[in-house]
């Protein structure tokens, strides 16, 4: 049974930083993505970046400059650097892990609350 567990959600000031951390476990797949979305009450979860197995990040257009995600292939484990934090970023961040058989994981989510 794979199981993604996240770590580093917290609150935090506008404007800091935060590092978002996933380790999967479990018997997983080729992978063909690892990364980060969010979600917030009413809105449908967002992907925020991901990280191709070719190396490659692809970041919503609302995260570039502020994030960037890496992955440690050895140890099936994905991060997010979150830097110049806005309000707007409160979401739970939710880890993914979508194989190129087209299996997807998910983790539970780490809340990430952005506030004076």
């Known amino acids: 049974q794979v199981q993604l567990v996240e770590s580093g959600g917290a609150l935090v000031q506008p404007g800091g930083s935060l590092r978002l951390s996933c380790v999967a476990s479990g018997s997983i797949g080729s992978i063909f993505t690892m990364g980060w979305f969010r979600q917030t009450p009413g809105k449908q979860r967002e992907l925020a970046a991901e990280m191709f197995s070719t190396g490659s990040p692809n970041y919503a257009d609302f995260v570039k400059g502020r994030f960037t995600i890496s992955t440690d292939n050895a140890k099936n484990a994905v991060y997010l650097q979150m830097n110049n934090l806005k309000p707007e970023d409160t979401a739970v961040y939710y880890c993914?892990?979508?194989?190129?058989?087209?299996?997807?994981?998910w983790g539970k989510g780490t809340l990430v609350t952005v506030s004076s």
């Open positions: 993914n892990i979508y194989e190129r058989s087209g299996q997807e994981y």
